[in-house]
């Protein structure tokens, strides 16, 4: 093996560890959480909002491919695709795939 390759191996072996240490972990200590307490409600909200913001992001200051989409079009298929999501009794499936043929058809239209 070549210093690279065993370099990655150790990369993806040291990251596949955390990843399944810490899931491991969360099981173990899932037992003993209320659902209804105040402070799992509390990380939920943090991790809600968390997502938002990110998602925010992306959509106002875009990096990548996402670049050349103008920011109307990026609104427009948001809108869509949030309307698409109440409409199939919150389904993620629909709305994830709707979303990715809309901006590539708007995003050629325009």
Same mark, same amino acid.
């Given at each position: 093996?070549?210093?690279? *390759?065993?370099?990655?191996?150790?990369?993806?072996?040291?990251?596949?560890?955390?990843?399944?240490?810490?899931?491991?972990?969360?099981?173990?200590?899932?037992?003993?959480?209320?659902?209804?307490?105040?402070?799992?409600?509390?990380?939920?909200?943090?991790?809600? *909002? =968390?997502?938002?913001?990110?998602?925010?992001?992306?959509?106002?200051?875009?990096?990548?491919?996402?670049?050349?989409?103008?920011?109307?079009?990026?609104?427009?298929?948001?809108?869509?695709?949030?309307?698409?999501?109440?409409? =199939?009794?919150?389904?993620?499936?629909?709305? =994830?795939?709707?979303?990715?043929?809309?901006?590539?058809?708007?995003?050629?239209?325009?």
């Amino acid at each position: 093996m070549t210093d690279l *390759s065993s370099n990655i191996t150790l990369v993806i072996l040291v990251t596949s560890l955390a990843t399944y240490l810490s899931r491991f972990l969360g099981v173990v200590s899932s037992e003993n959480i209320d659902v209804k307490s105040k402070i799992f409600r509390w990380f939920n909200c943090i991790a809600y *909002s =968390t997502l938002a913001a990110l998602i925010a992001r992306i959509v106002v200051f875009p990096t990548g491919i996402l670049v050349d989409a103008e920011i109307l079009i990026r609104f427009l298929v948001i809108l869509l695709s949030v309307a698409v999501f109440f409409a =199939t009794k919150k389904n993620l499936v629909y709305p =994830t795939i709707l979303s990715g043929i809309l901006l590539t058809v708007l995003n050629s239209l325009y």
